[in-house]
């Protein structure tokens, strides 16, 4: 028997074909990323150091580099460079706790989307805070699988509080305001973007069956993020200073 309100729900069919097969495509960044960080250490090393290598000074998000020099790379190259041992390890345990959840959840193509939507979102947003300061570290993507996880979760009717998604939100943001040089922008655009893919997707995939309208959809949020990124890294100064990192 079936309540008036489940009797309306339509009933997904899951085939042995469609059910998940594990979280290979968050098992794969995480694997891209440790190799990211090795090659870091190959080419001179990160700026745990004191200096920085070829891999970080070519893939580091700086605004002057990307528009002057049409480096349009750093814009995706930046989310997979990690400053030190312990950026990386922190990054890499939230991806590993955060992303097979929402992998299972939505799908290995509609978790990747997520993943890129909030990387270059997350790029915007360091590079609207801060265009002439470089920037590094996966925590732009985290913040957006963790900002899809919640409105995935909202959705199933779980609460964001007693699950725990919430209170990992607000440590984060506590530890973003608190300690020096993380980018703050880069968090919050990651964030933004996360949400925004992540409902596309419930809206979309989930509800109306329709996962390339979604994936459209992510694409466009995906563009936009590249066009504010250029537009705001082409007012940039041509004077770097500092670093920044996402984590």
Not at 34 to 43: G, K, P, Q, R, S
Request: charged share 5%.
């Amino acid at each position: 028997m079936r309540c008036p309100a489940c009797s309306r729900q339509r009933t997904r069919v899951r085939t042995a074909r469609s059910l998940p097969t594990g979280p290979t495509v968050t098992m794969t960044l995480i694997a891209v990323n440790l190799i990211v960080f090795v090659a870091e250490f190959v080419t001179g090393g990160p700026v745990l150091n004191g200096s920085t290598g070829v891999v970080v000074n070519k893939g580091v998000l700086l605004g002057p580099a990307i528009v002057h020099q049409h480096q349009y790379w750093r814009l995706v190259t930046s989310g997979f460079l990690h400053d030190g041992l312990l950026h990386i390890l922190f990054n890499m345990l939230f991806l590993w706790i955060i992303g097979p959840q929402l992998e299972t959840a939505i799908g290995h193509v509609n978790f990747a989307a997520v993943y890129f939507v909030s990387l270059l979102a997350g790029s915007f947003g360091a590079l609207l805070f801060q265009p002439h300061v470089p920037t590094l570290g996966a925590s732009g993507a985290l913040f957006g699988l963790l900002g899809a996880l919640m409105v995935v979760a909202h959705d199933r009717g779980i609460s964001v509080w007693r699950s725990g998604l919430g209170p990992i939100l607000v440590i984060n943001i506590v530890f973003s305001l608190a300690v020096r040089n993380i980018s703050i922008g880069g968090h919050l655009g990651g964030f933004v973007g996360g949400l925004i893919a992540g409902w596309l997707i419930v809206q979309f995939s989930e509800h109306r069956r329709l996962p390339s309208v979604a994936l459209a959809a992510c694409t466009v949020v995906a563009i936009a993020s590249v066009a504010g990124a250029l537009a705001v890294a082409g007012g940039a100064g041509l004077t770097p200073s500092g670093i920044n990192f996402t984590g």
